[in-house]
């Protein structure tokens, strides 16, 4: 079964810092792989996601990440945060194929950016 | 489309009481996911329908939980009797194929059980 670790519980960042949170997943096999972000009081959206080719993979509102699959690592990136990127951030991984495939996520990282 | 919806946006009951939670998936999508979101486990798989039959629901805590489908645009998630670690938000979400790769997800269900 996939698993996914999400290492940073809580970043704080001043805004015009530059991000990235880091995301690892443990699965033998080829995998797709989501970001998801929840604003306060929101639900849950898809913010990029990564099933082949290019492993760097640009998303919505300036944000991107790469795959390194050598490093089983999918980790997010902006180069400059906002006060309304504050949010948490959930890293999820899904096998690419077989029958019962589950959307796995990490436990998420709460980004607070402080105006 | 008005996206995956959920009811009621919050909850609060006393334990013991019953607890149904509401989900009414995108129309045309016939994979429907039920998440329970912790602080201390995170976000968590329940169970998923495919065309409003359970595949996977080793994600149920215990025999307390329950959901069904009934028709393609409608799920319960119920909870009887409620216990205040059952307090969390619970998400349900759905997808198009059993293909599970993108999910919209609802607002969620905040319940609090005192």
């Known amino acids: 079964a996939q698993s996914v670790s999400q290492h940073n519980h809580h970043v704080i960042l001043s805004e015009a810092a530059s991000l990235e949170l880091g995301c690892n997943y443990s699965y033998g096999g080829t995998v797709n792989l989501f970001w998801y972000v929840q604003y306060p009081g929101q639900h849950l959206q898809l913010l990029l996601k990564?099933?082949?080719?290019?492993?760097l993979v640009k998303g919505i509102k300036g944000f991107e990440a790469e795959f390194i699959k050598s490093k089983f690592s999918f980790n997010l990136r902006k180069p400059s945060v906002q006060w309304s990127d504050t949010a948490e951030y959930f890293c999820?991984?899904?096998?690419?194929?077989?029958?019962?495939?589950?959307?796995?996520f990490g436990s998420g990282t709460q980004l607070t950016v402080l105006p | 489309d008005a996206g995956v919806i959920q009811s009621p946006r919050h909850e609060v009951t006393e334990m013991g009481q019953e607890v149904t939670l509401r989900c009414k998936p995108i129309?045309?999508?016939?994979?429907l996911f039920w998440y329970r979101q912790t602080m201390m486990r995170g976000l968590e798989l329940l169970i998923y329908?495919?065309?409003?039959?359970?595949?996977?629901d080793s994600g149920m805590p215990e025999d307390r939980f329950s959901a069904k489908m009934p028709n393609a645009s409608f799920s319960t998630l119920k909870i009887q009797p409620s216990e205040p670690r059952d307090s969390a938000v619970y998400f349900c979400?759905?997808?198009?194929?059993?293909?599970?790769?993108?999910?919209?997800f609802g607002p969620g269900t905040r319940l609090t059980v005192l």
């Open positions: 329908f495919n065309n409003n039959v359970p595949i996977d």
């Open positions: 979400a759905s997808s198009l194929g059993r293909a599970v790769v993108l999910q919209f």
């Open positions: 129309s045309g999508h016939n994979s």
């Open positions: 999820a991984v899904i096998a690419s194929a077989g029958s019962a495939r589950q959307l796995t």
């Open positions: 990564y099933f082949s080719g290019d492993p």
